[in-house]
């Protein structure tokens, strides 16, 4: 898997994000028999507003012309992700540009990494696909941008009491942040176990 790592990441140097994914076919590379999605779980009784230099937001309008800029800028399929209503789009601006992005689902979240449908309860909603772009990580978005989502669907959503993220076993950077965002590991699924 290692040698896959280092073309992934020269493409990405070479060609950013958008070819990057394009690059590989999906978006979402698949993991090595051997690695595993870990699902790390929070609860929302204890999300607090966070403050951030940096303005988080949600895009409710499908023909919102900031889901198109997400799709050319990060390779991200918004537009027909949104048409989905149980899929919610938020994104992270700073001087009027996109430099981080989320989305969440009900019901079901279908990981693509090993071809398996994530099915939660009626209390839980998923957090996938979460991006922050390269220059701006290590300043603390990516956990700013979790607990705004939290936040979000909290208030929106009374009934919601468990917020679920699932992330690539080799992917210590995105575990990291996770975990500064105050979830704890819930539990794991391989090809072997779905």
């Not at 990405?12 to 595993?36: I, K, N, S, Y």
Request: charged share 25%.
């Amino acid at each position: 898997m290692s040698g896959h790592i280092h073309r992934w990441r020269a493409a990405f140097r070479r060609h950013g994000v958008a070819t990057f994914r394009m690059a590989l076919g999906r978006v979402f590379p698949q993991l090595a028999p051997e690695d595993r999605i870990d699902i790390y779980a929070r609860s929302l009784s204890a999300i607090r507003n966070g403050s951030s230099d940096w303005a988080i937001r949600r895009i409710d309008d499908p023909c919102d012309p900031l889901l198109t800029t997400l799709q050319l800028e990060f390779g991200c399929p918004a537009p027909a992700r949104k048409v989905d209503s149980r899929k919610e789009c938020y994104m992270v601006m700073s001087a009027g540009a996109i430099v981080g992005y989320s989305w969440t689902t009900i019901e079901e979240c279908f990981v693509e990494e090993i071809d398996h449908v994530y099915s939660m309860e009626p209390d839980e909603f998923f957090i996938f696909d979460c991006l922050v772009r390269e220059d701006c990580r290590g300043r603390g978005i990516y956990p700013a941008m979790l607990a705004a989502v939290m936040n979000d669907q909290r208030q929106r959503h009374p009934g919601l009491k468990t917020a679920l993220i699932g992330v690539s076993s080799v992917n210590r950077s995105s575990t990291r942040g996770i975990v500064k965002a105050g979830f704890t590991r819930h539990s794991s699924i391989t090809r072997e176990t779905c």
